[in-house]
């Protein structure tokens, strides 16, 4: 069953007089479930894509169709780069800020919040405020947040892409765990090869600007996986090489420009 | 002191009013009222400028806030009113004093007297009326409120009975008046003409009712300007004398001058229409330069009375009319 | 650049020294003459004026009035400004609308405005807290609305994105994004309504810190001129640290 | 929050609408006596009142005074403040001794230093410059400190790793890093200079367009008044603007 | 030869009443011209120990000895994590500022900074300010900064942590091109052991908190070396696991406590 269905997808903005062309033809389906990872080069549209699924921007043409099972329940909840927790809000009320913007009753948002701060280690710090977390932490409210809201797609814009190779692992795990545990459907932007192996099931290689889809490669590695076996894996050093070789020649491309 | 000048003019006296070997350069402090006339006339008319004496003014807010610079010497000449700051000021040390007239009411038409707010005029017409209303004045423990006690007692009404509303500036008493804030207020030319022409406000009766000889504005002279430069002071006196002459010659005689006096007025005051000269109660200037020396002491027992001064003084030394005497001496007293 | 146990009391014994060490000399040059004692009392004669005045009972009142007035008319002057503030930052054709004119009243001094002030508003109370209310809505108004716009995007859009309707916004997320820059604003609102308390004092006052110092400096008793100064002084330096504390409290995620 | 290119000239129209609108407001208002037209003049009588003045000649002469009191006596009090802040910034114990001084002396109102910047300085030109220079110290001071203070650590360390020496140190990294900050303080300093210029020449000013204000108010010519109020303002809008410009020469890298 | 002689170092930090132990008993000697990279869990000491080499920290006991061999040259210069670059002044004015500290000829400085402008390729950016650059950008100039200055050894601290990791990459390839010519040198702190791989001659292991050296392991792969080389020898990938495991049970040590 699909999921997410991309039509003839295209965006331009405007800069002054200039056009930029950010996302081209871009025809996709994602199935219920699936969790798939974007790579691309910088600047390649991306966060435009992922931010048009948000609602947060327009597409100029083409369409986007998410499936909605249950009426009850958000479309799609984002996790951000990094600033995406609200500093004047402390670690419970981040978790909480979706829950209590739909305004459902106290004791729901009470237990929900409890759970994912549970789930992400985090309940003895629920009374912080976010400058005296570490960034690894900070990622754990944004995923912590985005999983309570319980919507029906989870959109994550290079989540962790701030942290340090350790942390970052930890925290790859953290979210594999708890996605195991919802399956929902998952569109994750990364710059890391690596983190797209260990994570998805399919990976999305896209073009330097216009971004297009160029590469769709499934991932069908067993579950649960980890940096170890991911490395020791030749089939999985291939694909590495592979998807590193087109990705390293569209970069190069965007260099020459 | 007085004697000591004296004897320090009795040395010169053989030439006595000859111009000053070097331009001497008198500084004079003013608030921009009618009042200073004298200064403006004898500077424009050129008798300043006889003695070789260059005078430049300085402007002020009020006459309290010209002390420090007569004190500490920066201007040597001020025109200031009496009032407890003075006399306190004194009492420190202050060596300032009281040197010649700089303003009194003219008898029936007063330049410094009552106001009553239009819409009220026909309310309050008597001294009785005053009774429960607010009435304004500009300074606490100064001349104005000297005037307003006199009023108060001359109407038989009590300070309680009414409501004292102190407010710094005349200007804001038209906007009060405006505004319906305040009833009677003690207001001053040209203000007073003005705002009768506006319908602010109307003359209430005449201050010479009860105050007939109140010592409004004074000369008031540094004590380095009275004894250091004596010969200076001298020289500035006697011309100060002549423009006080020549204003009284026009305002009060009607001697005809072409309309320079007026010309000279409007340049240096406010007042800029020539033509509302000829309406407006002016300034009384004795062309003779005495005080109401009675009338300031009065004055200071009203403050004393209230509590406004601190420490004794010595009456004599404020007021000082040797300069003045001397300058008559050399120029001749005035006859009416 | 290096912090050593020992030293740490040394800033702390300077901070406290200054003041003191500016009294004594002061304290000096007013007993030897250097400084004109008529116009610089020694600090020892204006404190003994201050007990004096203080025994005689009526300076609590000055204090009590100009205290009302200050925190009645700063409160009336922050009120709109933050309303207005929040518009502006807000909505940008608010903003668009507002700023002109912000731009053009606020340069006008409090002084030249105390006769418009005085035929708007009359004599009262009510004209004194206009009067330091108008002084202190324009900072604050500014930074109310700085405040806002500079609001980090990404706050917005996790707002929209977690479908925050219009007053959860507003409580959630541009009140308290804005609070540390507007209280930027409230804390120098307070410095200029200190400020402006000897001008909003001029019209028609008879009481209070502001006629104290120009009711004595023109009755020329100027050791009790200095002691309405010093209370202005002590006011500002309280009002900020109660302001600091303040803030500490509204803004604990800093 | 959506940019439409149509709707771009819009806001420009807003703007400059603003004042129109409140100047139209102001003249039908006065003209049919709604507001009492000998408090409030008309905007056209204002502006011919205005063009009366100008053509007599001497306005020029007063917004020249006033002018050379203003930059002069801005200059006056800007320089020592960026010493001083600097010096605030770079050296704690500066900071620890200046700083409860600044304490003091910033809460007290210009009105209440007049008579004693009198006896300091006379009455002369000197004096009022020094009026506005004090009133404009305080907030360039403490701006420059604190842009000093929050220059971010790293490039500090940059500088020693790189051996600078105090000289290079000052010029290439205290100095500019100070800048921005040190730039909203004389921004700040430049409203508060025309906020003082009607106080400043209170003493012993015979021109000026503060004494322009007060003089006319005292004789209670309201249009005149006025005009010394729009010029304030409108002086006050463009060294706002030249301010503005000037720092984005200034600091090419922000 | 040896250019770096560290013994018996340590490092405390007086925070409060409370002592913070960052580094005990360090012994280390790095050969002229080695590249070594440090890595360790983060909070371990790596910054610390660099700053104490930069002489921006005093050690608390101990003695550091950089060899002076070339009395006009500066003994050390640092490449920051980020924001090392200066934003009040321009590339150039950024790449010449340790010359322009030493006060050498300005035909000097000229002709040094334009030939490690051409060495990063930023020849043509050389009049904008660090704002209008991008990340990597950036850090091409930290890096011609500190290489212009000819000193005898460079520090870098995680030079390359806020990268994407195709930019990332681009550097890296630099850096060790720059490297290769000079031979300086380098100890390079970092997280990312495939970096470490990539670019170093031994590799430092550092303990969770008091940082001590638990590994010195030396990286005998032949240069030039690329990625996919370094994906593709078995031999390597050995050594990425083992310190993988390593550091993993280094980094879940310091969450325990
Ligand atoms: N609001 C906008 N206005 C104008 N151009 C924009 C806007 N947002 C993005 N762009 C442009 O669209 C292109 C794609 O940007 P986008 O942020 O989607 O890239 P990305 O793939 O997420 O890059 P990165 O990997 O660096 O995050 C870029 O060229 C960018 O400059
Ligand atoms: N100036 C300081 N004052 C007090 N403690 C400090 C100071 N600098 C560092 N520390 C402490 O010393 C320890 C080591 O810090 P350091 O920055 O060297 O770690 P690191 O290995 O560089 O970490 P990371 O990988 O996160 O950069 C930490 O616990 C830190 O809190
Ligand atoms: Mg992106
Ligand atoms: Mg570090």
């Known amino acids: 069953m699909s999921k997410i269905q991309i039509e003839q997808l295209s965006k331009r903005f405007v800069k002054r007089d200039k056009y930029i062309e950010a996302l081209k033809d871009i025809t996709l389906t994602i199935k219920q479930g699936e969790f798939v990872c974007l790579l691309g080069p910088s600047g390649c549209g991306k966060t435009t894509l992922l931010r048009i699924l948000a609602n947060l921007e327009k597409p100029s043409t083409g369409d986007v169709i998410i499936n909605q099972t249950d009426k009850k329940k958000p479309l799609q909840s984002m996790v951000f780069q990094e600033n995406g927790v609200i500093p004047w809000l402390t670690v419970e009320e981040n978790v909480a800020f979706g829950l209590k913007m739909r305004h459902l009753s106290n004791d729901f948002v009470k237990e929900r919040t409890e759970y994912y701060l549970q789930k992400v280690g985090l309940s003895k710090f629920r009374r912080l405020y976010p400058k005296e977390l570490s960034g690894g932490m900070k990622q754990r409210v944004s995923i912590a947040r985005a999983f309570a809201n319980d919507p029906e797609i989870l959109l994550m814009d290079e989540p962790f892409a701030a942290l340090d190779e350790q942390n970052k692992f930890i925290l790859q795990e953290e979210l594999l765990a708890i996605w195991q545990e919802t399956r929902k459907t998952v569109l994750f932007i990364t710059h890391s090869i690596d983190e797209a192996l260990l994570l998805s099931d399919r990976i999305l290689l896209m073009s330097a600007q216009p971004g297009k889809i160029i590469k769709d490669v499934a991932i069908e590695m067993n579950r649960p996986r980890s940096i170890e076996k991911v490395r020791s894996d030749p089939e999985m050093t291939k694909i590495f090489l592979d998807i590193w070789e087109q990705l390293q020649s569209e970069v190069k491309q965007t260099r020459l420009k | 002191q007085s004697s000591e000048s004296d004897e320090n003019d009795n040395a010169k006296s053989t030439d006595p009013l000859a111009p000053l070997e070097e331009t001497a350069k008198v500084v004079i402090a003013e608030d921009g009222s009618a009042s200073g006339a004298g200064f403006y006339i004898a500077k424009d008319k050129g008798y300043f400028e006889k003695y070789n004496i260059e005078v430049e003014f300085a402007t002020f807010g009020n006459s309290d806030e010209m002390l420090p610079a007569v004190a500490a010497g920066e201007v040597d000449v001020a025109g200031g009113i009496s009032s407890a700051s003075f006399f306190n000021s004194i009492a420190q040390g202050i060596d300032v004093r009281f040197i010649a007239d700089k303003g009194h009411n003219n008898e029936g038409s007063s330049y410094f007297t009552f106001v009553v707010r239009e819409d009220l005029k026909d309310d309050i017409t008597d001294y009785e009326d005053v009774k429960g209303k607010k009435i304004a004045v500009s300074t606490q423990n100064a001349v104005d409120h000297y005037i307003y006690n006199e009023m108060l007692k001359h109407a038989n009404v009590s300070t309680e009975e009414v409501e004292f509303v102190l407010m710094s500036d005349f200007g804001n008493m038209m906007s009060a008046m405006g505004n319906q804030q305040i009833d009677l207020a003690l207001q001053i030319e040209p203000l007073i003409t003005q705002g009768e022409n506006q319908a602010i406000h109307q003359r209430f009766l005449d201050a010479t009712d009860y105050a007939p000889e109140a010592q409004i504005a004074m000369v008031l002279g540094s004590p380095k300007f009275l004894t250091e430069r004596r010969d200076v002071a001298v020289r500035f006196m006697a011309a100060y004398l002549q423009g006080v002459r020549d204003y009284h010659d026009v305002f009060i005689k009607d001697i005809d001058d072409n309309g320079e006096v007026i010309s000279i007025m409007a340049n240096h005051t406010a007042l800029k229409d020539e033509d509302l000269w000829k309406e407006v109660g002016v300034t009384g200037l004795n062309p003779n330069g005495y005080i109401f020396e009675d009338d300031v002491e009065k004055q200071y027992q009203f403050y004393k009375e209230n509590g406004a001064i601190q420490g004794e003084l010595d009456f004599d030394t404020i007021i000082d009319m040797s300069l003045v005497e001397e300058a008559l001496d050399i120029i001749g007293t005035y006859e009416e | ?254």
Not at chain 3, 74 to 94: D, S
Request: net charge positive; glycine share 6%; with cysteine.
């Open chain 3, 1 to 254: 650049m290096f912090k050593k146990l020992k030293t740490q009391s040394l800033p702390q014994l300077i901070t406290i020294s200054s003041p003191i060490f500016l009294l004594l000399l002061w304290e000096i040059c007013s007993q030897y003459a250097l400084l004109d004692p008529r116009f610089f009392p020694a600090p020892t004669l204006i404190l003994t004026t201050l007990i004096q005045m203080a025994e005689s009972g009526n300076l609590f009142e000055h204090i009590y009035i100009s205290l009302t007035r200050i925190i009645l008319g700063f409160a009336l002057g922050v009120i709109p400004a933050i309303c207005i503030g929040l518009l502006m930052g807000m909505y940008k054709y608010f903003r668009h609308f507002f700023s002109p004119i912000i731009m053009i009243f606020m340069p006008i001094p409090t002084l030249a405005m105390l006769p418009i002030i005085l035929i708007l508003f009359g004599i009262g109370e009510f004209s004194k807290m206009i009067t330091i209310a108008i002084s202190v809505f324009f900072p604050v108004a500014i930074n109310t609305a700085a405040g806002v716009a500079n609001i980090d995007r990404i706050y917005l859009d996790v707002a929209k994105n977690y479908h925050a309707n219009a007053k959860d916004f507003f409580f959630k997320i541009a009140l308290p994004g804005s609070l540390p820059v507007m209280l930027e604003g409230i804390q120098m609102g307070q410095a200029i309504a200190l400020l402006t308390i000897v001008a909003a004092e001029m019209i028609g006052a008879t009481s209070g810190i502001g006629y104290l110092i120009w009711m004595n400096y023109k009755a020329f008793l100027l050791p009790q001129m200095y002691v309405g100064l010093i209370l202005i002084s002590f006011f500002g330096y309280f009002f900020s640290l109660l302001l600091r504390g303040f803030e500490r409290k509204l803004l604990p995620w800093k």
